[in-house]
């Protein structure tokens, strides 16, 4: 069975720093295209970051840029999400999704991953 469960999340001062980790069961990153997404209740959900694991390309959504990282260790099947100087307006459940039939580009624009995980809170407040 493909699964994916994410890690890492928790209450955290602003200007510190978490890692998110997705890990894997069923398949290995190799060849895919790995998301970060996160949803505040009652708002939409939002992509944060998307990684082609086969070119490296990456994206991010422009709040969050020099400041999250996102990565994969195929050897460990676990996908990550670094997240440095975090903010109040960062807070929100954070999910990871993954997909082997899609291109990056369609996935940031549509979303349409195949695998997503149940989430992980990430809470920033002093």
């Known amino acids: 069975e493909v699964q994916l469960v994410e890690s890492g999340g928790g209450l955290v001062q602003p200007g510190k720093s978490l890692r998110l980790s997705c890990a894997s069961s069923?398949?290995?990153?190799?060849?895919?295209?790995v998301g970060w997404y996160r949803q505040v209740p009652g708002k939409e959900r939002e992509r944060v970051s998307a990684?082609?694991?086969?070119?490296?390309?990456?994206f991010y959504r422009d709040s969050v840029k020099g400041r999250f990282t996102i990565s994969t260790d195929n050897a460990k099947r676990t996908a990550y999400l670094q997240m440095n100087g975090l903010k109040p307006e960062d807070t929100a459940i954070y999910f990871c999704?993954?997909?082997?039939?899609?291109?990056?580009?369609?996935?940031?624009?549509?979303?349409?991953?195949?695998?997503w995980g149940q989430g992980t809170q990430v809470t920033v407040s002093s």
């Open positions: 990684l082609d694991t086969d070119t490296g390309r990456t």
């Open positions: 069923g398949f290995t990153f190799v060849d895919h295209v």
């Open positions: 999704a993954a997909d082997r039939r899609r291109t990056l580009y369609r996935l940031w624009e549509l979303s349409e991953y195949d695998h």
